[in-house]
């Protein structure tokens, strides 16, 4: 069975950095194509940055455009997305996602910009 947990969420300042992680397990991440989602309160989720299995990525949200960085080790089935000079709109639950061959989805890190 399928499972992504994420973790490294919290409260930062802004202008502060958090890394976070998504540790998979029962697929084989290596060939998988993953996500990064974010929703932030009374706000549609959205597309953060994707990465592939060859660990190409792609960054869908200008806003985030050189302060985040999305990585993986296939070695330790996990994904992480550094979030370096956090603004408070960075406010959201994010969320990893398993793209292809198959959708999975995490359950979800709040993470909280404020001062």
């Known amino acids: 069975q399928a499972r992504l947990v994420e973790s490294g969420g919290g409260l930062a300042q802004p202008g502060g950095s958090l890394r976070l992680s998504c540790a998979t397990s029962?697929?084989?991440?290596?060939?998988?194509?993953m996500s990064w989602y974010r929703q932030a309160p009374g706000k549609e989720r959205e597309l953060v940055a994707k990465i592939d299995s060859s660990a190409r990525t792609t960054y869908n949200n200008d806003a985030v455009k050189g302060r985040f960085i999305v990585s993986r080790d296939d070695a330790k089935d996990t994904m992480y997305l550094q979030m370096n000079n956090l603004e408070p709109d960075d406010t959201a639950v994010y969320y990893c996602k398993a793209e292809w061959p198959a959708i999975y989805w995490g359950q979800g890190t709040q993470v909280t910009v404020a001062s």
């Open positions: 029962g697929f084989t991440f290596s060939i998988y194509h």
